[in-house]
């Protein structure tokens, strides 16, 4: 049996035990459904950073840099924080360092101490949820969220992926039994749970960026499992 719990924001990460577990880390609005759409779209690897100097430091020694502050594009970056964007021909074969306001603090938060770090998204929930039962592990699904707050796409991706595990799973908590009834709760409608409920559908709305959402919601758009090694995310072969 492997135990599941959630992480509903990066703030109460302290409170859970990282050791042994395999972190899987999301954040569907919009930092890991972007490098999800990238990888799967020819992008070699991504390098998260916390902050905005270090990815400028990767820039001096020619890498792509990614991502946004306040939802918009670092002026110096070489594209922001939109899948589309990630997903352009130009950066097909290159190493993208990224840096966003609350996707890439989990995943440094997570590398520190977690046996595994994956990124999750609704865009590849399968694949995780396929290797996850593969590796036998007990998980800790941790939830970007939005400025230290929970947030409801990031929760639906726990559910969701909490859904394909039960049977053969220990919920250990109460965030992942919440989770799993929200999305069962759902129905499959996450485009329309999402735009009308979540925060950040107004966010994104208020960017002119509500076709991300529609993509970002999209439950398995491809079958890739990104894994971090080291600093860098690349597709597990
Ligand atoms: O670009 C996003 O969608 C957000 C930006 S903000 O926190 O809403 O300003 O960043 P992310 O780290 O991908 O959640």
Request: charged share 20%; net charge negative; with cysteine.
């Amino acid at each position: 049996m492997i135990n599941i719990e959630t992480c509903l924001t990066p703030e109460i990460l302290h409170l859970h035990q990282l050791e042994g577990k395999i972190a899987v880390v999301t954040d569907v609005l919009r930092a890991t459904s972007c490098m999800v759409a990238g990888l799967n779209a020819g992008v070699k690897s991504v390098i998260p950073v916390k902050k905005v100097e270090e990815a400028l430091a990767y820039a001096a020694k020619g890498y792509v840099t990614a991502g946004e502050r306040g939802g918009i594009k670092v002026e110096e970056f070489t594209i922001g924080n939109s899948p589309y964007e990630h997903m352009e021909e130009a950066y097909h074969g290159k190493s993208i360092c990224m840096t966003t306001t609350n996707g890439t603090v989990a995943i440094d938060a997570a590398k520190k101490t977690a046996d595994q770090v994956v990124i999750g998204a609704l865009l590849n929930v399968t694949a995780v949820a396929d290797y996850i039962k593969q590796q036998e592990k007990d998980i800790i699904i941790i939830c970007a969220g939005w400025k230290g707050n929970p947030s409801l796409e990031d929760t639906l991706f726990a559910g969701a992926l909490i859904h394909q595990l039960k049977h053969r799973s220990e919920i250990t908590d109460d965030a992942s039994y919440m989770a799993l009834s929200q999305y069962e709760a759902s129905n499959s409608n996450l485009t329309e749970v999402i735009s009308k409920n979540a925060s950040h559908a107004k966010r994104l709305s208020g960017l002119k960026a509500q076709n991300d959402l529609a993509f970002c919601a999209k439950e398995d758009y491809c079958d890739i499992l990104p894994i971090l090694t080291g600093d860098e995310i690349t597709i597990k072969k």
